[in-house]
T-cell receptor, first 116, second 112 residues
């Protein structure tokens, strides 16, 4: 079975440019999470969706960040305009939620973003 | 106080020894606890989940949960150099539906 798929794997861009990261969750999973990881702050949850609906976006740093999930098999995280402090590894994860149990999340390979 | 606390390490153990990784959390009503392993340059990989007080064993790994003390640990028996990685503790957030919070991670070094 294919795991979580992310693209691109690496992105180098210049400050001020728009960046779009893409994620395809595991088929059948109904929750999707976007994380950012840096050495200083560790793994931070940016936003998560359940059944394509954003549930909690309190981790989104500011208005420059936006995320969408138009259907069950695709999500995007957009940064516009990008800044050097956005440089990090961005992970997408998915899980299947059933009842009240907080289920296991499976991570994609990540996108390493460098903003010059 | 951070929601999930781990010692960042590094924790160095000799090959064949038991590695003990610890994690404390602040939310008393947390119900789900996870350990992820992350190799350098790779994504986190789930290795253990635990939901009830006590021990849960899976091969060389044992997760221990003590909700009264708000403490969860991971023991790795017969540590191997291939176990050298960062181990992330994750805890669900009360009322957070599917949301979990990750600790900073403990870097483990197994010395041959």
């Amino acid at each position: 079975d294919a795991g979580v798929i992310q693209s691109p794997r690496h992105e180098v861009t210049e400050m001020g440019q728009e960046v779009t990261l893409r994620c395809k969750p595991i088929s059948g999973h109904n929750s999707l999470f976007w994380y950012r990881q840096t050495m200083m702050r560790g793994l931070e949850l940016l936003i998560y969706f359940n059944n394509n609906v954003p549930i909690d976006d309190s981790g989104m740093p500011e208005d420059r960040f936006s995320a969408k999930m138009p259907n069950a098999s695709f999500s995007t995280l957009k940064i516009q305009p990008s800044e050097p402090r956005d440089s990090a590894v961005y992970f997408c994860a998915s899980s299947f939620s059933s009842g009240h149990r907080h289920n296991e999340q499976f991570f994609g390979p990540g996108t390493r973003l460098t903003v010059l | 106080q951070k929601e999930v606390e781990q010692n960042s390490g590094p924790l160095s153990v000799p090959e064949g020894a038991i590695a003990s990784l610890n994690c404390t959390y602040s939310d008393r009503v947390s119900q789900s606890f996870f350990w992820y392993r992350q190799y350098s340059g790779k994504s986190p990989e789930l290795i253990m989940s635990i939901y009830s007080n006590g021990d849960k064993e899976d091969g060389r790994f044992t997760a221990q949960l003590n909700k009264a003390s708000q403490y969860v640990s991971l023991l790795i028996r017969d540590s191997q150099p291939s176990d050298s990685a960062t181990y992330l503790c994750a805890v669900n957030v009360a009322g957070g539906y599917q949301k979990v919070t990750f600790g900073i991670g403990t870097k483990l070094q197994v010395i041959p």
